[in-house]
C-alpha cells in the first residue's frame, strides 16, 4: 500500500507541476504579446492519405495494401472525449473490444503477440488510457508475417502523442456520470532554440463515483515524450508513462451453470450486482526508446525497445446463475496473474532497389518479446453467497491475499526474423511477398519454482499478395496467410492452470478491394480463418478439442462526404463455426459470444450556420450470440446510439472548446463480452460468462488551447 501511496503522492504532485508550467507559459506569451495562431490542432489528413505502420513494412499507405487497416484519428477520439481504448473500438464493426483481450473476426487474441504501443509488444490485459495516444492503427486478421507469429486477432498498434515543432498546451477540465470530475492537461514543444529537441507531457485525473450508487472510479496518468534530433538524418525517440485505473463496486461478471441460458439483462446500476470492495487496481508502468535513421533519403532504419511491468490487483466478482430464474452464487477469484513483465524490441531496415525492369521494396528486420508471468502465492477462488437478480446482496469482503507476494508461474519467449519483398511489375500489377521465421519457447512452474512443463518450437510464417490497380483510385487484391502462433494460457480453474498450450497454426485466404471517393476510402474484404480452437473441457482440461473457422464479410467506409459531413463505419457478417469436435452435438456449431451480424456507425456535422459548432452521434448494432458449444441456448442482439455536440470559441482571448456527449442514449439493457467459461477462468468448464454493457452516460468538459 505504501507503494500505491507513493504513486499517488507522484501523480498529484506531477499535476500540479505541470499546471504552474502551463500558467508560467500564458503568463509568458501575454508579457511578450505574442499570438500563436497555430496553436490549433493540425488538420486532419484525409482518409484516402492516411498511412499506417505495418510490422516490418514500415509505414505504408492504407489505400495501397493487400489487408484490411482501420485508423480512429486523434479527432475522432477527442471529439467523442473517449476515456479507454474499449471505448474506441466499438466503432470498429469487426473488432470486439468489450473484454481484456481485443480481436477482429471473432478470434482470440493473446496476452501480448496482438497488442503494441509503437510497434512493440505489450500486456493486453491491462487498461490503457486513451488521453495516452495519438491514433489507434487496427488491421484485421492474420499478420504472423509481419510481426513474428501472432494469434489470428488483428493486430492492435497505440501509437503515442509526439513532440510537435511548435508549442502547443491544452487544459481541460470535466465531470461525468456518477458526479466524476477530469482535469487533464496536454504539452509540447521544443526546448532549445535550435528545435532539436523536442517534448510532449500529459497528465490526467480522473475519479469520483461510478454509475452504481457507492462504486468508486480513478484513472490517473503521466506520459512524457522525447524527441532529439542527433542529426540531420537520426531521431531519438522516447516515451515514458505511468496509468493507474481503478474500480470498485461496479457490476461483476455473470456465469452460466450446465444447461442453463441468461435472463433478461439486468439495470447494471442495480447495487450487489458486484460488491463496493470488488473490482480492479491496476498499475503500468511503460517505457520505450526508438532510434531513426534516414541512410540516403531511399534506406531507412529503425531499433526500438520497451520495458512494461503491469502489476494487477484483481478482486472482481462472479456471479454464476444457478437456476433460469436468476439464482446465482458469488464467487471471487484472485489466482490470475497479478503481474505482467514484458520485453520487447525491434529492428527494420527499409529500402527501394531496381532489377532491370522490376522495382523492389524490400524490408527486413528482427522483432521479439520475453513475457513473464507472476500469480498471487495465496491466490484461489472464494465463495462470498447467494442471492438473485431480484435481491442482489452485499457479501462480507474475503481475505484476499497479498497481491505482492507472487510467484513466477511462466515465461513466453518469441524471436522471428522477418523479410518481406512488393515486386512491381507494372504501374497495375505487384506481389508483396512476405514471410517470418521463429523461435517459440515456454515454459510453466509451480510455487516451489520447479519447472512443471515446457515446449519449444520454431517454423516459418508467410503470405503471399497479389495487387492490381486498374486505376489508380482503386485496389484489388487477394491474400494467402499462414501463421505460427504461441499456444494460448490455460485459465484460472482448469486443472492446468497456468499452463502455456504448445505452439499451433492458423490460416487464412482473403480477397478485398478499396477505393477512393473524392475524401472517402472505402474498403471491403472476404475471407476465412481457420484455426485450433482450445477451451476448458469437461474433465477439467484446458485444451485444443476442434478448430474454429470463421468466414465474413467486411464493409468500411472513412471519410468525408463533403466539407462539413464525416464519416465513419462499417459492417461485418460473420459465421463462425466449430468442428472437428469430438461430439455431434458441437460439430458445425456457431462459436459461443460471436454475432453472425455487427455494425457501427460515427458521423459528424459541422454546423454550416454556427461556426465552431457540430452535432456528431454513433450506433452500434451485435447481433444474437450462442452460450454454449451446441448452440442450445442465445442473447439476443442489441443496438446502442450515442450523441454530442462541440463547441469552439475564443474565451478571455483562448481557444476553447465546449464538448457534451451521451453515451447509449436509450439507457439500452443488454449483456456484452460473451465468452466461453474458461476463457477468463472464473466459471466453469465450457460454459458461456457475460458482462452486462454500461447504461446511459454523460460527459461534459470544457478544454483552453493556449
Same mark, same amino acid.
Given at each position: 500500500?505504501?507503494?500505491?501511496? =507513493? ?42 492519405? #492516411? ?7 514500415? #509505414? ?25 481504448? *474499449? ?70 498498434? +497505440? ?43 500529459? +497528465? ?6 461510478? $454509475? ?19 542529426? &540531420? ?11 493507474? +485505473? ?6 461483476? #461478471?455473470?456465469?452460466?451453470? /450446465? ?23 491496476? !498499475? ?8 531513426? !535513421? ?25 456471479? =454464476? ?6 439464482? $446465482? ?29 522490376? @522495382? !523492389? ?24 453467497? /447467494? ?14 491475499? &497479498? ?86 494460457? %490455460? ?14 497454426? *492458423? ?5 478485398? /478491394? ?19 480452437? %482450445? ?22 467506409? &472513412? ?35 460471436? %454475432? ?5 456507425? +460515427? ?35 442489441? %443496438? ?28 439500452? @439493457? ?37
Amino acid at each position: 500500500m505504501a507503494v500505491v501511496k =507513493t504513486s499517488l503522492v507522484a501523480g498529484k504532485s506531477a499535476l500540479c507541476v505541470l499546471i504552474c508550467f502551463a500558467m508560467q507559459a500564458q503568463a509568458a506569451a501575454q508579457e511578450n504579446t505574442l499570438t500563436v495562431e497555430a496553436s490549433a490542432p493540425t488538420k486532419e489528413v484525409a482518409a484516402p492519405d #492516411k498511412q499506417a505502420t505495418l510490422g516490418n513494412l514500415g #509505414k505504408q499507405a492504407i489505400r495501397n495494401t493487400p489487408y484490411p487497416v482501420q485508423v480512429i484519428s486523434p479527432g475522432l477520439m477527442k471529439q467523442q472525449q473517449l476515456k479507454s481504448v *474499449s471505448d474506441i473500438y466499438r466503432y470498429m464493426p469487426s473488432v470486439q473490444g468489450d473484454g481484456a483481450r481485443p480481436q477482429t473476426r471473432g478470434m482470440q487474441g493473446s496476452v501480448v503477440q496482438n497488442s503494441m504501443i509503437d510497434g512493440l509488444n505489450v500486456v493486453s490485459t491491462t487498461d490503457y488510457a486513451a488521453e495516452q495516444f495519438d491514433h489507434i492503427e487496427v488491421l484485421n486478421g492474420l499478420a504472423g508475417s509481419l510481426y513474428g507469429p501472432a494469434n489470428p486477432a488483428g493486430l492492435f498498434n +497505440f501509437v503515442a502523442k509526439r513532440p510537435t515543432d511548435i508549442a502547443q498546451h491544452s487544459l481541460t477540465v470535466g465531470a461525468g456520470t456518477g458526479l466524476s470530475h477530469l482535469v487533464s492537461g496536454d504539452f509540447s514543444g521544443p526546448l532549445d532554440d535550435n528545435d532539436r529537441l523536442r517534448y510532449r507531457a500529459n +497528465f490526467l485525473d480522473d475519479e469520483g463515483s461510478g $454509475y452504481v450508487s457507492g462504486s468508486k472510479k480513478r484513472r490517473q496518468l503521466f506520459s512524457l515524450a522525447l524527441d532529439a534530433n542527433l542529426s &540531420d538524418k537520426t531521431v531519438l525517440e522516447t516515451n515514458f508513462s505511468y496509468y493507474h +485505473f481503478y474500480d470498485k463496486g461496479l457490476p461483476g #461478471k455473470f456465469a452460466l451453470g /450446465s444447461g442453463l441460458s441468461f435472463p433478461s439483462a439486468p439495470n447494471p446500476k442495480t447495487k450487489n450486482l458486484g460488491q463496493y470492495y470488488a473490482g480492479d487496481d491496476n !498499475h503500468t508502468l511503460t517505457a520505450g526508446l526508438h532510434l531513426k !535513421h534516414d541512410f540516403d533519403g531511399n534506406w531507412q532504419g529503425e531499433v526500438g525497445v520497451l520495458r512494461q511491468i503491469a502489476d494487477r490487483e484483481s478482486t472482481a466478482v462472479t456471479n =454464476t446463475f444457478t437456476d433460469n430464474r436468476g439464482h $446465482y452464487k458469488t464467487t471471487t477469484s484472485s489466482a490470475t496473474a497479478s503481474r505482467f513483465t514484458v520485453n520487447s524490441y525491434m529492428a527494420n531496415l527499409n529500402g527501394e532497389v531496381d532489377t532491370g525492369w522490376l @522495382h !523492389h521494396q524490400i524490408s527486413t528486420g528482427v522483432r521479439g518479446f520475453v513475457l513473464k508471468n507472476e500469480n498471487p502465492r495465496s491466490g484461489g477462488t472464494f465463495p462470498l453467497g /447467494s442471492a438473485s437478480l431480484d435481491n442482489p446482496q452485499s457479501f462480507a469482503e474475503p481475505n484476499y491475499p &497479498d497481491f505482492t507476494r507472487r510467484y513466477h508461474s511462466a515465461t513466453a519467449t518469441q524471436q522471428s526474423l522477418l523479410l518481406s519483398d512488393t515486386l512491381t511489375f507494372s504501374p497495375q500489377w505487384s506481389l508483396l511477398l512476405a514471410g517470418s521465421e521463429s523461435l517459440l519457447n515456454s515454459a510453466n512452474y509451480a510455487k516451489t519454482g520447479s519447472r512443471t512443463s515446457e515446449s519449444s518450437d520454431s517454423g516459418f510464417s508467410g503470405s503471399a499478395s497479389l495487387m492490381y490497380k486498374p486505376v489508380d483510385p482503386l485496389t484489388l487484391y487477394v491474400t494467402y496467410a499462414d501463421s505460427l502462433q504461441q499456444g494460448d494460457t %490455460a485459465p484460472a480453474g482448469a486443472s492446468n492452470a497456468g499452463n502455456i498450450l504448445s505452439p499451433y497454426r *492458423s490460416k487464412q485466404v482473403e480477397a478485398g /478491394s478499396k477505393l477512393a471517393v473524392g475524401k472517402v476510402l472505402l474498403t471491403a474484404a472476404l475471407f476465412q480463418i481457420d484455426r485450433p480452437f %482450445a477451451y476448458t473441457t469437461t474433465r477439467g482440461d484446458y485444451a485444443v478439442e476442434g478448430n474454429q473457422r470463421n468466414r465474413g464479410l467486411e464493409l468500411m467506409a &472513412d471519410g468525408d462526404l463533403s466539407d462539413n459531413l464525416h464519416l465513419y463505419g462499417g459492417m461485418t457478417w460473420l459465421d463462425p463455426r466449430l468442428r472437428d469436435t469430438a461430439s455431434t452435438r458441437t460439430e458445425d456449431k456457431q462459436i459461443v459470444g460471436l %454475432a453472425r451480424y455487427t455494425a457501427s456507425l +460515427f458521423a459528424a456535422w459541422d454546423l454550416p450556420f454556427i461556426r465552431g459548432a457540430d452535432v456528431h452521434g454513433g450506433m452500434r448494432y451485435v447481433g444474437r450470440r450462442s452460450t454454449d458449444n451446441a448452440n442450445d441456448s442465445w442473447v439476443g442482439s442489441y %443496438a446502442t446510439f450515442d450523441a454530442g455536440t462541440r463547441y469552439k470559441t475564443r474565451l478571455f482571448n483562448t481557444d476553447t472548446t465546449f464538448r457534451l456527449d451521451m453515451t447509449n442514449l436509450t439507457n439500452r @439493457h443488454y449483456w456484452t463480452n460473451i465468452v466461453p467459461g474458461g476463457l477468463n477462468g472464473y466459471s466453469g468448464a465450457g460454459y458461456a460468462s457475460a458482462q452486462i454493457g454500461e447504461p446511459r452516460m454523460v460527459q461534459v468538459s470544457m478544454q483552453l488551447s493556449f
